[in-house]
């Protein structure tokens, strides 16, 4: 069965240090697909990332990184030097090939000026 | 290019009532999914909807049930409305089973 984790309910930093949330995922499929979402206070979810299961490769997009473990099922998410802007709760998804997307319990994220 | 659009945004009903919510998809997009989030929660897959056939669904009851006609637009149908059916009902498009998902801005339905 689809199960995705998020350990971390919620996640205070000072601004500009930097801070990763954490995703943990099951799944019996060999193809997958790992989504992160953001969801700011104005509340509409808005899609950061999507990997598929036979790429592993680490990705760099600004400030924002993930890295992909196949071996420990994982799908972390770090933000470098953080801003106030991204205080949001954010969220990991993983998709079957069915199309059903799961999503975790999100992760708060409170950046502190 | 016109985003995902849902309506209507806010919506009260009473127990045992019935409810039709309405998605507008992103031009282009041929799948739809629904999701509900409960306050403090990630979003619960509800069902999706690829080129008019259900595609997959999450662990609703049957009174849960959706359509989605030509032009891709979606309904997403709940009877007998219970107290814990209220949340916020996401809408999201995507141009495959698999793909990103574009989310409206949902609506919030309250059930008294």
């Known amino acids: 069965a689809q199960k995705v984790t998020q350990a971390q309910t919620e996640i205070s930093v000072v601004e500009k240090e930097d801070v990763t949330l954490d995703c943990v995922y099951e799944?019996?499929?060999?193809?997958?697909?790992l989504f992160w979402y953001k969801q700011p206070p104005s509340g509409e979810l808005v899609f950061l990332i999507r990997?598929?299961?036979?790429?592993?490769q680490n990705e760099i997009s600004g400030r924002y990184s993930w890295n992909f473990q196949k071996s420990t099922s994982s799908f972390n998410f770090t933000i470098t030097a953080s801003q106030v802007v991204d205080s949001a709760v954010y969220f990991c998804?993983?998709?079957?090939?069915?199309?059903?997307?799961?999503f975790g319990k999100g992760t708060r994220l409170h950046i502190l000026p | 290019e016109t985003g995902v659009t849902q309506s209507p945004t806010h919506l009260i009903k009473t127990r045992g009532q019935q409810v039709t919510l309405r998605c507008s998809s992103q031009?282009?997009?041929?799948?739809v999914s629904w999701y509900q989030q409960a306050l403090g929660q990630g979003p619960q897959f509800i069902f999706q909807?690829?080129?008019?056939?259900?595609?997959g669904r999450g662990n609703f009851p049957p009174r849960f049930s959706g359509l989605q006609f030509p032009n891709y637009s979606s309904e997403l149908n709940v009877n007998a409305l219970e107290l814990d059916d209220s949340a916020l009902y996401l809408c999201?498009?995507?141009?495959?089973?698999?793909?990103?998902?574009?989310f409206g801005s949902g609506t919030q339905l309250s059930v008294l």
């Open positions: 999201a498009s995507s141009s495959g089973t698999n793909e990103k998902l574009f």
């Open positions: 799944t019996r499929d060999t193809t997958y697909y």
């Open positions: 990997r598929n299961s036979f790429d592993e």
């Open positions: 998804a993983l998709s079957e090939a069915k199309g059903k997307i799961i």
């Open positions: 031009s282009g997009h041929n799948t």
């Open positions: 909807y690829y080129r008019e056939e259900e595609n």
